[in-house]
């Protein structure tokens, strides 16, 4: 054996390849088609929330209630919605309200649940009492009234209360979720293994519990993309959601629903919302297959 | 089909009917509550003081044999000898008077106490505060069995009219001693009885009664059954285990491809859906504005929103005494004048808000037709305010609406006064606006005061007149009721009352 | 272990009294007059109002509102709605169609989402697995009400194979169109989480064990890989029958089925504090069981989790 | 008997020829094993040695049908049971083999149980897919089964799961399993790193019995000269994906050819060295993704001439005959005697 | 005792396997260790053998605080470690490291090699600067003889040995003073071993490193350790220098396990009879309810009457430490082993 005896390496060299552990994981997802097309269908998702001009030039309130509910033609090509304006244009521009609800509600969703979820199932006792019992709580609430009484709270109501509203209400699914994996794992060896190592609790739950235990949760998150969207349509029906002329997917899919016999105004707006979280759900999938090292070439 | 009542198995060859309707009740008592289908079923089992007859529309008497006046002040009421209540006691003129009293006892709760509020005595049962200290109205005497009479506060000569309101009928005195324990197994006087208690949360099954002294409906048993939703009661008509539904607004364009042949359309429409403006402040205060904002509105395109209702052109509904085509001048679109008026008058400065129900989906549409309208013809910024049905109606009649509020109104008897007191009458039951016109209350107290009911239209009129000037409310549609009926099963319709499926002619 | 569960349960009585007042404030909070409203289209005389006012204790403070409300709640009286409905009866007249179209539902959403999640984790991008997504899609597209009265129609109207509504036919019959509907439209939930689950357990070693002890693939999947990926998925259909408590206010609606959720709905509609109240606390109950056994089954289902 | 004396004229139980193995990863496709061959007879038993990360386990999931791929691949080869290419035959036949007809030990043993399910009633599961016996009578033959690998008070603890099981016990649980079918091969990879030497005396003779009663045939992938020695009647020596010596235990660890084994044997600690560094082959085992040209010991070998850079020897027989083949261009021209051997050498 | 790094007072642990709501299952103590006094001096290795499932591993874990202890107490420098806490209890940590026995549970899945030894550098950053850490790693790899280039794969990708490799370089990463060692080279095949062990005893040589090494490897053990215990079912039975306690073990439970230890005299001399292997009679007994008296005494080959009833302790025999009653009669007997009473069978 020809390496030198146990010294202290103190010679420090420039080592440039200390590349971020997630550039690499980064780089092999981009190899994958399914990671590259769902990312680029929510990257136009997103381009119409933020410009919608881009995509139409037709004035989403310019409405005529004489044309109400004909269905797509030539110059329109979604056709007309019930008040009689061009309905492609209140698609595009109903992705604005709907990104924003959905996507921020799993983001900060998906950080709540994980969160309070590590915490619960790392810490028995005292903390997961906390957390598990304020969850029943919230859980046991009746979710109109919790909301009602919230959002009347605010002034202006707006996507973000909404959302805000949404993930304090919506949380302890995904918590009791996170919770129940992180019980298992916090007892396997390498946990220990990484306690021996003098290990803080928080780097232990990031480095060895997180990805570990995510996935189900992951799974949940990239569904409430689309659930989300349902919820703020039910909101508005209960006075408390979005008002108009604000338009969203779910809301036209909502009014779309009780109209059921013009197809068209249904059809539309679900399927950009399908495309939508058909994009989260593959782009999830796929993330958790990249987490997986057993699945890695 | 038979119409199976689903808990009717032996009525083998009988004629049944089964009607689909709305809301389920709490209890079976007009008097107690006074839902519509509270009244429905009242039709049922109960029959009127007095009535009108579906062919002149002239009043007539039922349970009543005469109801007379001189000063329209003092009523004397005189009953038909020969009715009984289910339970085998006789129709007097004191369970009248008990049933009466009871109800317009305050701490009773009864929701058709304020139908008494025109009679003598009725405030020292109903004190602004405290307990009452009396428990019967002063203006209420049982002169003999089957006679009593009623004094009222002020002369009011459609008296015989409102006491076609199946909310004064009478309640058996068995039933008086502990109303309560009755609510599931009501006796009444009516064409029906209940078949057996009725269950909460199951369909009320009725069987003729045989005490009843005049001619009955056609059908032998007559089943209500409750739907939340009506699209439900469609589908299960579809099925044909319903006889009557109403016609669902989201299958207006539909019901006729769905069901060919099978639709009843009222020829009378006894109600209307109207916008309430904020009168009291600006820019609603000036008539012109008002004027303005209705003119802007293309009523024909909005009806196409509500299935089967059709532009109001007057403040009252089609089908009563009196009724005339096109008072409101303002009732039709013509956006050059509106927005002449609007300039006139200054201008709409800010924001109009437009408020809306948000538990009905329907209604969010509606508001949003409406708004758009304003905005597109009269560059009016328009904002919503959607509030839950128990919100919005509690800031309606406590005055605090500061925009348009989308109201409807059937009257509860055909009267134009019905359409005058309650609405714009300065203490109108719905006068959630606060509207105030001296002159136009005057108007209906000199009608009121008027025995001859010819003479007391007139003054009615002109108080619609004054109103199509100041346009207090906004009259939009009606909606006359829409029926679904199993071939073989018509039912009664009247052109002054609308249909009735009670009263059904059963020809299968 | 007995320590743990008896620990969860005493602590239910606080956490009881808190949500109970939370509730109960909550109503309180809500916009609008219940007695107002009662009135529908005919306004109340001012007087019935100021009755029923008193007779409700509305126009009490909350807290002893609240007080009252428990006071006759611990005395086993539920009290009235305010248009004038034994609470107690409605409650026993509704419990058992939301039990029935509940349980029915789960039941049928359990087995579609197993079978589906299991199936499209264990052979991830075979057939199963991508009917798997396109049903999800579909599901969350698609809004319950339009695939409500599309069944009732197609399948009640139209084929005559259902009631159209009501439970006059009892379970089964009555309840199985609306529970079908009920547990497809919710199955995505469960089967997408039972995929990923089952997805990381997949690989693991004792599944070559399996293998090398010459089992069939599928009884490696029952019998071992299924019970290791379990903790989530019985989380989920544990919250899955928390929610089923709690009814379904627009399967109810449609099919008219007098259940808990149109009681509950409506009874926010009106600020029925009572009703909601009542319900909340069932709820809580429900939920806090439920979650209690899913956190024993934990223990059971995996030998490593211990509670303390 | 000794080895030697083996005629070998019966057909092997198991015969596995030029079996060759590769895996996909990051850097490109890795051969772990490499035309390996060998044949096992009846009541034999046959010890695998060699370097860490040689192939041996690899191997042996190989022709149980057990690798998982992808990522492994089987590139070529054939593994005879029976008349019958255990690598070619389709799945479901091999399922009637493998598990009952030849079973398996794992190295890791915690891993490869079943965490949630009882040690019981994974042993009992054999015998309840396999002999289609009740749960009870499964349950009870699992018990006898823990008892007999010295798994104190077996009764009891059949109800434990793996994880409250000691490292050993978890591995004697394996064993268990493996032996629970009287197999007639058992393929066991290091069975009994985790037991102290009394009880894998008692596994050892274990194994030993049922071998006489009933013929099975033994694989053995060790470490362990001292079990090597005492119990195999081959041996397999591997380095780098490939067997490069192999023969009767005598003649392989008593006059070791390959300068690999030489180095091996010499690296064993003994109480003359106590305190001294021990004499281990310099260098590090190579990298599996680029093998050096020609021989793969040749980075390591003290006695590499240039012919050992550019051509890779072939396994083959000793010029001085006997059924023992060596993979090294010297192995006939090494003084044996001066090289460290059993013979004679350390005692 | 100023040189005593840690030191175990009455150490027990004692799990409790209560029935999991399921009936017919009696609470049961598994009593893992029992009362076991232990000093582990600066720059001394200590060897640990004893029988499979006698409470080693758990006595590790009690050693490193990942268990709290159900008795005793432990102390480091003169410190309770059971006090520590937080940051205090973390720093404490970074000095005692271990080598776990499950090589392949104790690596994450999902982190590649070198997150995983560079692990303890993130953790403690000023353990060296950042910059150098990437060469550290690919150091440390090659200090266990693997490739820097398997840096980047996932533990899954390794054979056995090579993943106990992998967990000694996290052990002596961050340059620990103890090292506590579960069956390190178990795995290894003997070249690998030799150069592990020869780096471990280089580490203690000339950093000072104190090793707890357990393994069921006499050779290894008494090549490495400068003492031994033997413990027997949770408990310490004899503890003694190396050599003294090889060359006369001194309790019965010491002389059963030399005696089994598998040798290659089979190779060495092909005709001559097997050597005498004292095969322990009876089975193995249960932690749940250890025997009374002396716990070695259902099995010891000289079991007298008074080894039923009282538990005899540690005591100072002859250089040594031996928990038995007849220590001195035991030694004073000319041959090591005793043949008495004829219960040993010969093997
Ligand atoms: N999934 C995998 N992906 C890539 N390489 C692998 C994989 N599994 C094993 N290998 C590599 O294959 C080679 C052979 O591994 P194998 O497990 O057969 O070694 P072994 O001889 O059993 O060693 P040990 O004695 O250490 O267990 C090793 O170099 C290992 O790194
Ligand atoms: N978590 C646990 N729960 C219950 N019992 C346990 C647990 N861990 C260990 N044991 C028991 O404690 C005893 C000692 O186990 P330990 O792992 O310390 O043995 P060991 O000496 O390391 O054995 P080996 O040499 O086989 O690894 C065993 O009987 C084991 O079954
Ligand atoms: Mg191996
Ligand atoms: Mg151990």
Known sequence: ???????????????????????????ELLRKPRFVLSGVVILVIVAMAAFPRLFTSADPTACNLRYSKIGPSAAHWFGYDIQGCDYFANVIYGARPSVLVSVSVSLVGFVVACTLGMLAGYFPGFVDGLVSRTADVLFALPGIVAMIVILQAFSARSVWTIAFVIVLLGWPAGMRLMRSTVLSVRSREYVLAARVLGATAPHILRKHIFPNSVAPLLSLTTLSVGVAVGTEAALTFLGIGLQPPTISWGLQIAIAASYRDDIHLFVFPALFLT?????FMMMGDTVRDALDPKLRK | SSGSGSDDGASGGKKSVVVASKNEIPAINPAKDNSSTSIQLAWAMWAPLTDLDQKTGKLKYVVADSVTSKDARTWTIKLKPGWTFTNGEKLTAKAFVDTWNYTAYAPHGYKNNGFFSRIKGYDNLNPASGKPKKTTMSGLKVIN??????????????????????????????????????????????????KSPWKAGQPVVMVRNKKYPLKGPEADQLTYRFFSNPETAYNEFLAGNVDYTIVPDTKGDTYKKDAPGKGAVSKAAVNMTYLVPPVNSAPYKDPKVRRALSLALDRKALTKLRAGSFPATSFTAPSLPGYREHTCGACTLDIAKAKQLLKQAGGFPGTLKMYYNSDDPGQRVFAEALGNMWRQSLGIKVAYVGKPAI???????????????????????PSIEDWLTPIVGSHGDVNGARYSNPALDKLIDE???????????????????????????????????????AP?????????AGLNPVWSTVSR | MFRYALRRLIIMVPIGIIVTFIVYAMVFALPGDPIQALSGGKPLAPSVIAAKRAYYHLDDPLFSQYLHFMGNLLQGNLGQTFDGQDIGEQLALRWPVTLQLGLTALAIQTVFGLLFGIYAGWRRDGLVDRALLGATLAVLAVPGLVVMFFAQSVFSVQLGWFPVSGSADGWPTSYLLPATVLGVLGFAGLARITRTSLAEVAGADFVRTGRAKGLSPQRILWRHVLRNALL???????????????????????????????????SIGMKEGGVVVTLSTVLLIGYMVVNLIVDLLYGLLDPRVRHV | MTATDTVEHTAPLLEVTDLTVEFDTQGGTLRAVDEVSWALHRGKTLVVLGESGSGKSVSTQAITGILDTPPGRVRAGSALFDGQDLIAIPEKQRRRIIGSRISLVFQDALSALNPVHTVGR?????????????????????ADMLDRVGIPTARARVRDYPHEFSGGMRQRVMIAMALALGPEVLIADEPTTALDVTVQAQILELLEEIQQDSDMGVVLITHDLGVAAEIADDLVIMYAGRVIESGPTPLVLGDPAHPYTQGLLRSMPSSEMKGLELPAIPGTPPNMLRLPTGCPFRPRCPKAIDLCATERPALRALSSGGPRKTACHLADTLDTTETPSLAGGAS | MSDVLLQATGLAKHYDTAPRLRPGRAKSLVRAVDGVDLELRKGESLGIVGESGCGKSTLLRLLCALERPTAGSLTFDGQDVGRLRGAALRRWRRRVQVVFQDPYASLNPRMRVRDIIGEGYDIHPDAIPKQGRRRRVEELLELVGLEPAHADRFPHQFSGGQRQRIGIARGIALGPDVLLCDEPVSALDLSVQAQVVNLLLRLQRELGLSLVFVSHDLGVVRHVSDRIAVMYLGKVAEYADASRLYERPGHPYTQALLSAEPSLDRIRNPDAPRRRRIVLAGDPPSPVNPPSGCRFHTRCPVVRDVCRQVEPELAQVDGRLTACHFAGELLGADDGVVNASGAGREG
Do not use: C
Not at chain 2, 154 to 167: E, I
Not at chain 3, 238 to 261: H, P, Q, S, V
């Open chain 1, 1 to 27: 054996m020809s390496s030198p005896a146990l010294v202290v390496a103190t010679e420090t060299e420039p080592t440039a390849e200390d590349a971020p552990a997630g550039a690499a994981a980064l780089r």
């Open chain 1, 275 to 279: 495309l939508t979280v058909m994009s």
């Open chain 2, 145 to 194: 069995d089957l006679t009593f009479r009623v004094t009222l506060d002020k002369a009011f000569s459609p008296y015989p009219t409102t006491l076609m309101y199946y909310g004064s009928v009478a309640l058996a005195p068995e039933v008086l001693k502990d109303p309560d324990s009755y609510d599931h197994k009501p006796i009444g006087y009516g064409p029906y009885k209940l």
């Open chain 2, 391 to 413: 919100d919005l109606s509690a800031l309606f009649s406590k005055g605090k609406v500061d925009g348009m509020y989308l109201g409807g109104w059937g009257h509860d008897y």
């Open chain 2, 447 to 485: 009608g009121n005061a008027l025995a001859d009911p010819a003479a007391a239209i007139k003054k009615y009129q002109a108080a619609e007149d004054l109103e199509a000037e100041q346009m207090p409310m906004i009259p939009l549609y009606h909606k006359p009721d829409a029926y679904l009926h």
């Open chain 2, 488 to 496: 073989g099963v018509e039912p009664l319709d009247s052109p002054y």
């Open chain 3, 232 to 266: 989530p998925v019985i989380t989920y259909i544990g919250l899955d029958l928390a929610g089923t408590l709690g009814g379904a206010i627009i399967t109810e609606g449609i099919y008219n089925l007098n259940g808990i959720g149109q009681f509950m709905f409506r």
């Open chain 4, 122 to 142: 994974q042993i009992a599961e054999l015998y309840q897919v396999h002999r289609g016996m009740s749960r009870k009578d499964a349950m009870r033959r699992a």
